[in-house]
């Protein structure tokens, strides 16, 4: 599977993993979506796309596929520098390798979702990528807004507080049993 013949748009993680979740050639996976953010929506990763070399990018969100089978466990972050997918343990241990060094209200804490519950859930307007006179921060994908589902709002899995309808998890806890696939 090539990234170039994957339904892609810059800025839009959510959608292009909606997208990917439905794609023929990971039928046979178990997938999660990884929602990634915190209390304060400021992460840091390396190792993507938007900066070069060994700088920081600051994301309020992003969100990546773990797909697994057989031996298998890979990361399928479409704005990674890594390659194209990503062992699942090489990922995390280039993405956020300063984590335990971060200011604990900076550190990436994760959401999983399984990927048929994200595809049939979730549902997205777009609003949050118009300014405040409606126009758009970052040109919208070609197809249309997801609608397909009404049971999970972006603003649902951007809740990272302490009354957040799902589950939230570290990076440690991830990263330790890589129990995202259960």
Known sequence: MKITS???????????IWQLCQHPKLK?????????????KNCAFLCQ??????????????VILHAS?????????????????TEFKEYFRK?????EKQD?????HFKSIAA???VRDFYSDRRHMKDKEGNWLFEPPTWPCITSGDKMSLSDL??????SKLPILSLEEIQAGESVID
Request: with cysteine.
């Open 6 to 16: 994957l339904k892609y748009t810059e800025n839009y993680c959510e959608e292009n």
């Open 28 to 40: 046979d996976y178990v997938k999660k979506v990884l929602f990634i953010s915190n209390e304060n």
């Open 49 to 62: 796309k938007s900066v070069t070399g060994e700088t920081n990018v600051w994301w309020d969100y992003h």
């Open 69 to 85: 089978r057989k031996g298998e466990n890979l990361i399928y972050d479409l704005d990674s520098t890594l390659g194209y997918p």
């Open 95 to 99: 993405t956020f390798p300063f984590s």
């Open 104 to 108: 604990i209200n900076t550190q990436a």
């Open 116 to 118: 048929e519950v994200f």
């Open 158 to 163: 951007f809740d990272f507080s302490k009354t």
